[in-house]
Nanobody, 127 residues
């Protein structure tokens, strides 16, 4: 399994920015799917963005495309999520996740695709 640690969350006003980081370790992460999910109180955990390590082809859900940017450093598993133009509906606990295979268009957004999870970090956007 991969050990994942998130950092960089916090509180910001609407329209502001935050940058989340995910440090992954445990095994060689080449060609693995790394992703960000979020979960608001009382709601299901949903995908935000994912990318296959060693490839520069991030995938985004529609609600964040154009506002969030996922970047990652190849091989060592460090991943960032730059979040701009934040809105109150972005408020949630954000989780870093890793899968043992590359991201597939059919299942990259499904939580069950990932077998390693971070502890989560809170992002709060106020009006």
């Amino acid at each position: 399994q991969v050990h994942l640690v998130e950092s960089g969350g916090g509180s910001v006003q609407s329209g502001g920015s935050l940058r989340l980081s995910c440090a992954a370790s445990g095994y060689k992460l080449r060609w693995s799917c790394l992703g960000w999910f979020r979960q608001a109180p009382g709601k299901e955990r949903v995908a935000v963005a994912s990318t296959t390590t060693s490839m520069n082809f991030p995938l985004y859900v529609d609600s964040v495309r154009g506002r969030f940017t996922l970047s990652q450093v190849y091989d060592n598993g460090t991943m960032w999520l730059q979040m701009d133009s934040l809105m109150p509906e972005d408020t949630a606990m954000y989780y870093c996740a890793a899968a043992e295979s590359f991201c597939r268009s059919t299942d990259w957004s499904k939580p069950q695709t990932y077998n390693s999870w971070g502890q989560g970090i809170q992002v709060t956007v106020s009006t």
